[in-house]
């Protein structure tokens, strides 16, 4: 699928996990933190927003537990293919989380800047629990020690769209996990 845009070179998109695939290991992820909660009736799921909308639509659709759902924008890519190192909180959540078992879910971890990030602004909030549930791990790209309890995918270092995750804002429509291919 050639894709292009005024500023950018045109490039093709390979597929990286299917669709299927996606589907069968998110219900694993959501039996796997269903069993974890089990009990809690004051679960936060929070979307990192905006690349994790898809996934985290799928995800609370198979917990079997009482949860809410809230979002937080962070930022540090904008529309570049390199980490900025610097996460901006573009929307912060809207509800308390302090004394609540909260799960963030993101839907990729590369060189861990956004989590780690998030992950000590919220532990600061004092949530009872504070887990996280990443879709995809790029481990090779790891600058800051950040690990989600719960991953999908562990892939290589190849630039992903799709499924929620976007290129230049582009692509995350697709509904499966591609790899960006510039042809020569
Ligand atoms: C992407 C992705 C993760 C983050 C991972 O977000 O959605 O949140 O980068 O990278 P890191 O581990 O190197 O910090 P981006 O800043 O592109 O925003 P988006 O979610 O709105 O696409």
Request: hydrophobic content about 40%; some cysteine; charged content about 30%.
């Amino acid at each position: 699928m050639p894709q292009a845009s005024p500023t950018r070179p045109s490039y093709v998109i390979d597929e990286m996990i299917s669709a299927k695939s996606i589907a069968a290991r998110v219900e694993e992820l959501a039996r796997e933190i269903t069993r974890h909660f089990e009990g809690t009736d004051k679960l936060v799921v929070v979307g990192l927003l905006r690349g994790s909308f898809v996934f985290i639509a799928d995800l609370v659709r198979e917990l079997d537990l009482p949860v809410e759902v809230d979002f937080l924008e962070a930022s540090s890519y904008g529309d570049r293919m390199e980490s900025a190192r610097e996460v901006r909180i573009l929307k912060d959540l809207t509800g308390e989380i302090s004394g609540r078992d909260v799960l963030v879910v993101e839907d990729i971890v590369d060189t861990g800047f956004t989590l780690s990030h998030v992950i000590r602004m919220l532990r600061a909030r004092g949530p009872s629990r504070l887990e996280i549930c990443a879709l995809l791990d790029k481990p090779s790209r790891r600058e800051v020690d950040i690990k989600a309890g719960w991953t999908g995918f562990v892939i290589p270092d190849e630039f992903v769209v799709g499924y929620g995750i976007d290129y230049a804002q582009r692509n995350r429509n697709l509904p499966h996990i591609g790899k960006v291919r510039f042809p020569e």
